[in-house]
């Protein structure tokens, strides 16, 4: 066994006990799993408002994601999953966030700059969200998180939404 194959085997334990980590457990809203994507409306990064309905059809992963971060390089793979599934009706959404250590401080045009220059992102960016639960929760995350019972508790959360825009899955 090479020291990559035993580095990669000594981890398993340790990635496996970090599932639930990033994730904050809050209560299910029957009101919440009887709403749909499709009925919610959100600020894009550097336009003005966008209908959730034009993804009627498609299946959605909505993802909080933060320009300094440790997993921000999961840029890549979910740029990935846009361009390789875009044309069959699956959509990568990011929401910037900076809740989680203040790792998203950028403006709008920061933002978009870094994720354009350093990983060529096309999927659709908007403007930064509150993902915490509480008061100033953003209604899409009120959503996710009542309709999952999860809400992220890191940054790159994501949210698996079916095609009739109720939300699936949380994936911490």
């Known amino acids: 066994m090479n020291t990559t194959q035993l580095i990669a085997a000594l981890s398993l334990p340790l990635l496996a006990s970090c599932s639930g980590f990033f994730t904050e457990e809050v209560p299910k809203s029957e009101t919440a799993a009887a709403m749909s994507l499709h009925s919610l409306k959100v600020d894009s990064l550097d336009a003005g408002p966008v209908d959730l309905a034009q ?6 992963l909505v993802v909080n994601v933060a320009s ?3 997993f921000t390089p999961q840029y ?3 740029e990935a999953l846009e361009q390789e599934l ?4 699956f959509h990568v959404l990011g929401f910037p966030s900076d809740e989680f250590g203040g790792q998203e401080p950028g403006e709008a045009a920061e933002i978009r700059k870094f994720c354009s220059e350093q990983y060529s992102v096309s999927f659709p960016m908007f403007a930064k969200s509150i993902t915490k639960p509480g008061p100033n929760q953003s209604p899409l995350f009120t959503f996710l998180s009542g309709a999952t019972g999860k809400a992220p508790g890191w940054n790159f959360c994501k949210y698996l939404v079916g095609k009739d825009g109720k939300a699936v899955a949380f994936y911490d």
Do not use: I, P, T
């Open 55 to 60: 993804y009627q059809g498609a299946v959605v």
């Open 86 to 89: 875009s044309a069959k009706g």
């Open 68 to 70: 300094e971060c440790g």
């Open 76 to 78: 890549k793979g979910l």
